[in-house]
């Protein structure tokens, strides 16, 4: 039998997790170009999983683009896709309930889940005054004195939070370096499921990667410190964390972070302006892998990744 631990080291995976609500822009191109020439690079699988999670802001026809724009670029998946091809399906985190239910239920048995029925009114008129960078950081209003296990039909219809220990989770990030991050001061007892029942991008994102068999996470630095929530949940969950390197996030002429509104720099935009090669060229320098931005085939950028021994 194979161990998960084998399995990290032996099978090395990468995976690419778009949420579909939008035309993919260039910072989603190069998130799933990276990550997939760092597990290609060294023999790996590369997933493509579809965070629609959300029901209000998923469209199918939106993951139907995103698997038309990686294909004109010549990136294909070993593993999911509207297709669900392969071991690990459904690939799809909408068609996932069950799997994370299941989770959900260990961690509910354990007396550390609890229902929350505070607003976001409550929840900001609860923050700490010089809590301005718009995260939110829950003060625990909802927490029992006693914490006690949630029995399954106990958990339907509410918002369920997971109560956090006041203490720093420290990780090595591949390409950001050492963290450390106190989950009490950056988010508080977390949503885990929401008021409607769909578990939270938190969980999700932990289950399916370690029943996928992630070994390695790369993504924009906007989930930089989230990766200490992920951490806490493997560790309650008993599952083995993937390595975690987390990319600059590309920004627009104006200094922004990109947005799926942000049309400029959308694939529409972009297919309409180059062909894969010259936008592959154009990667390539953006990431550093050489100083200019000729046109470059996929082939060619794998072997540049390789010889610069990246990851
Ligand atoms: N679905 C998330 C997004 O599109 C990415 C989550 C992740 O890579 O962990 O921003």
Redesign the pocket.
Known sequence: MITETQLNEDFPAG?????PTGRMHLG?IY?ALLSWLSVKSRGGRWILRI?DLDPQRSRRAYAEQIEDDLRWLGLSWDEGGLGDLGPHGPYSQSRRGDIYHRDLCRLAERSLLYPCTCTRADILSAQAPHQSDGRIVYQGRCRPAVMHPLSPDEMPGHTLRLKVEDRDIMFTDKICGEQCVNLRDHCGDFVVQRADGVCA?QLA?VID?ALMGVTE?M??D??LLSTAQQLYLYELLGYIPPVYAHLPLIRNEAGQRLSKRDKSLSMETLRSEFSPEELLGRIAHLAGLRDNDCPITLDGMLELWSEQNIT
Do not use: H, I, K, M
């Open positions: 995976r690419f997790a778009p949420s989603n998130t965070e991008y994102v990667d996470v993504r924009g906007d989930l």
